[in-house]
């Protein structure tokens, strides 16, 4: 017994090595470390480096669904104002949705005749389905006051934008990979529908509420999947999209309320000017570590 102690090494001798999740080796302490254990340490190794200009064009597609909202907007209030008609209102959303088929077929590569059947069909019976049901959303907020109505709408279009999913449609496109709608994607978009819910609860007539409401979801809905097959297919053209866009916002918008022009022509650059020089500015700050102390993925792989 004597000889098989003398045998067995001093804890001088032994070797240190790294085990997983504090594995316990006799001789040492739980939280040794030997000259050897920031070796692996690996800085920014996970930092992306940015460009200034990719930036940039990539905070166009944020300003380009700000105007798109903002002439929502803009529609909303010439309607109430009673400065658009029904007929106006009729005839821009056939233009809308024709216009967006078009694109579709431009840029989508697996559009095929069956599924833009498929697609017609379905909007028929959304488009009955909305004209049916227009006589309860014209006293729909019959109790309601006006003022109420009109901070609710603006509150509920705030969260819309602030929640919304700038990076994609959610909608799945043609011959695309389908993007899984999050919980905040979804919650703005029923934020922009209940909005224009209440604001056309407001309208004089049921014909007026059906064309708002109708335009109203072919902006919220369809925008977002015309635009990102736009982006996918073609960038100059989105670019160009985007550039139209935004003088025609902001010409209306000035027509309308200088104020607001100011307002918007503000956000406008802030978002496309001043956001992505502060994000290169921050990148200087961004310190990360990583080495051996990290906890590794596990990854399974579950066959049947």
């Known amino acids: 017994m004597e000889n098989r102690i003398n045998q067995i090494p001093s804890s001088t001798q032994r070797r240190w090595r790294?085990?997983?999740?504090?594995?316990?080796?006799?001789?040492?302490?739980?939280?040794?470390?030997d000259n050897t254990f920031l070796q692996e340490m690996v800085m920014n190794a996970n930092v992306v480096k940015r460009d200034m200009l990719k930036v940039m064009l990539d905070s166009i597609s944020i300003?380009?669904?700000?105007?798109?909202?903002?002439?929502?907007?803009?529609?909303?209030?010439?309607?109430?104002?009673?400065t658009i008609s029904h007929n106006f209102l009729l005839i821009l959303d056939v233009a809308l949705l024709a216009s967006g088929f078009f694109i579709l077929l431009l840029t989508a590569k697996m559009l095929s005749f069956t599924l833009l059947i498929n697609y017609l069909i379905k909007i028929s019976f959304f488009t009955t389905s909305l004209y049916v049901l227009s006589p309860i959303y014209h006293t729909l907020t019959r109790s309601i006051s006006s003022d109420s109505i009109w901070a609710l709408t603006t509150s509920l279009i705030i969260l819309h934008l602030f929640l919304h999913n700038y990076s994609?449609?959610?909608?799945?496109?043609?011959?695309?990979?389908?993007?899984?709608?999050?919980?905040?994607?979804?919650?703005?978009?029923?934020?922009?529908?209940?909005?224009?819910?209440?604001?056309?609860?407001?309208?004089?007539?049921?014909?007026?509420v059906f064309a708002v409401i109708l335009?109203?979801?072919?902006?919220?809905?369809?925008?977002?999947?015309?635009?990102?097959?736009?982006?996918?297919?073609?960038v100059r053209l989105h670019l160009f999209f985007s550039l139209v866009l935004m003088v025609m916002t902001l010409s209306c918008v000035y027509c309308l309320h200088k104020l607001m022009f100011v307002l918007l022509l503000g956000v406008l650059?802030?978002?496309?000017?001043?956001?992505?020089?502060?994000?290169?500015?921050?990148?200087?700050?961004?310190?990360?570590?990583?080495?051996?102390?990290?906890?590794?993925k596990l990854c399974f792989n579950i066959t049947d």
Request: aromatic share 12%; with cysteine.
């Open 18 to 33: 790294k085990v997983a999740y504090g594995g316990m080796q006799p001789g040492f302490d739980d939280n040794h470390t």
């Open 168 to 208: 994609g449609s959610t909608i799945k496109a043609p011959g695309a990979l389908e993007i899984k709608p999050t919980l905040t994607s979804n919650i703005s978009l029923n934020a922009s529908i209940v909005a224009s819910l209440l604001i056309a609860s407001r309208l004089p007539s049921r014909v007026l």
């Open 269 to 296: 650059s802030f978002v496309n000017l001043v956001c992505p020089y502060w994000l290169i500015r921050i990148q200087e700050y961004k310190f990360e570590i990583n080495g051996p102390w990290d906890e590794a």
């Open 63 to 82: 300003s380009q669904y700000l105007c798109i909202v903002a002439l929502v907007v803009l529609v909303w209030t010439h309607t109430l104002n009673s």
């Open 215 to 234: 335009f109203s979801l072919q902006v919220f809905l369809f925008a977002p999947l015309v635009t990102y097959c736009l982006k996918k297919y073609s």
